[in-house]
């Protein structure tokens, strides 16, 4: 049997039905979709993979699949590709509503300062403190421990440069922070307009 | 500079003596400050004259002087970065023939601020993407919960008796200490254990005394479980026979449990 907690996918065997691998894909979709109602975390694809022996694009192609059925039927419930995982999550439109009979809270937004910090980080990782001092123009170290205390930054290593200092990348909690899937999902820096040279803001 | 006069005079906190305290987070550092300013002037950022940024830098930060404002080091020494490119830019050049050649902003600079705005905008970017993800609510009850939920059924006040004298047995077990009176109240329990609630959906029965529970405390917790029970703002589940005692908020169906 397997479970799930915190995320990590733990093992206690190999397989389930070894020989049942040509199951007909209703009754994988069914058995999909009910892990993912009951699940917490993001549930990664190779959990399906390993717990069902489920061919990896098979189960994708079924993901996708109900991706798109929960997407077209747009209800209360969608289901979300996030965090290198998929998760049902409520539709947004019910935010308000929700916040308010069920007292669900709004998670704190991060303050200016830590959100450049965060861009800075996302996009230069791994980066080392100083690094990101001189983009900003200011030091950044309190706003780094402050991330570090959200979980939405870590330390990644250490870079080859006199001193040794440590070096910052994101974590998965940052993906599910910004409901992004990967970090390719990031908004191309590129893409970002309203940087240019003449003052049309 | 009126637009900067704004953002000072709009500037939250005012101490009694009628000065206000400016946060430098109006501006988010010298870069932002710099940008503002290259801004404000309507120039390209290429064009703009180092001499003409440098002293309408100055003139901020003696403004953030006036207003008692601790000047943060990183203003300083971005005004100290422009006097040197100022001073630079004074020295006669062996190639410009041109004498009214009016120096510009070193590009490095222009290199840095231009990088500076466009993580500024990435970042404006994320915020709206966290506008959108914070709206999506997932599941938080515990997994471990759902499995087990179903080996609970109701339970008997002889099996609440019975937990409440294992309590009771613990106690016998302890040192003997010195006695203080402590008056607990029935009505503080109650609202101990629904500030319990509020945080989780099901607790287990022992939770709900302190770790060294005195007699008192034991007996008005007790009383106050009845309490609650009664009232039916909590129900009492137990694991088959002589499992441990669930409390579960009422609120909470059963079908929230489980599914």
């Known amino acids: ?201 | 500079m009126s637009d900067i006069e704004d953002k000072i005079e709009t500037a939250p906190g005012k101490n009694s003596e009628n000065s206000p305290i400016l946060h430098i987070d109006n501006f988010d550092g010298p870069l932002d400050l710099l940008w503002d300013l290259i801004k404000k002037a309507k120039i390209d950022i290429t064009e703009i004259t180092i001499s003409h940024i440098t002293e309408q830098y100055l003139e901020y930060l003696k403004i953030m002087e006036k207003l008692n404002v601790r000047v943060a080091t990183d203003f300083i020494r971005m005004a100290s970065e422009l006097l040197f490119y100022k001073s630079c830019a004074l020295l006669p050049a062996g190639q410009i023939e041109d004498e009214y050649f009016i120096p510009p902003l070193p590009p490095e600079l222009v290199q840095k601020l231009l990088e500076f705005k466009m993580f500024q905008n990435a970042s404006r970017r994320l915020m709206e993407e966290y506008e959108t993800s914070s709206s999506r609510y997932a599941r938080e009850n515990r997994l471990d919960d759902i499995i087990e939920i179903d080996d609970f059924g109701e339970v008997s006040l002889f099996d609440l008796l019975k937990a409440f004298a294992g309590v009771i047995e613990s106690q016998k077990a302890m040192d003997e200490e010195e006695i203080v009176f402590d008056e607990i109240l029935v009505s503080d329990r109650i609202e101990y254990i629904k500030s319990i609630m509020m945080k989780r959906d099901v607790i287990h029965f022992p939770e709900i005394f302190s770790t060294k529970p005195s007699r008192m405390e034991i007996v008005v917790t007790f009383m106050a479980l009845l309490e609650l029970a009664r009232t039916k703002i909590v129900r009492l589940l137990q694991h088959k026979m002589f499992g441990t005692i669930r409390i579960v908020r009422n609120s909470v169906t059963n079908n929230d449990i489980i599914s």
């Open chain 1, 1 to 201: 049997m397997a479970t799930i907690k915190d995320g990590i996918v733990e093992m206690n065997n190999q397989e389930i039905e070894p020989d049942d691998s040509r199951k007909d894909d209703e009754s994988i979709k069914g058995l999909l979709e009910a892990v993912l109602f009951l699940s917490n975390e993001p549930v990664p694809l190779s959990f399906f993979v390993n717990s069902f022996s489920i061919d990896p694009t098979q189960a994708k192609i079924i993901l996708d699949s109900l991706v798109d059925e929960y997407g077209d039927r747009d209800g209360g419930v969608i289901l979300q590709e996030v965090a290198k995982g998929y998760q049902f999550v409520t539709n947004t439109r019910y935010a308000e509503q929700l916040r308010r009979v069920i007292g669900v809270r709004k998670r704190e937004a991060l303050s200016k300062g830590m959100l450049e910090t965060l861009a800075i980080i996302a996009y230069k990782q791994p980066i080392v403190l100083a690094e990101i001092d001189e983009l900003r123009g200011v030091s950044s170290r309190m706003m780094v421990v402050k991330l570090m205390d959200r979980n939405l930054v870590k330390p990644m290593g250490r870079k080859e440069v006199p001193g040794r200092p440590l070096s910052y990348g994101t974590t998965n909690e940052f993906l599910r922070y910004f409901g992004l899937n990967k970090l390719s999902d990031l908004p191309k820096l590129s893409e970002i307009k309203e940087f240019s040279l003449n003052w049309d803001e």
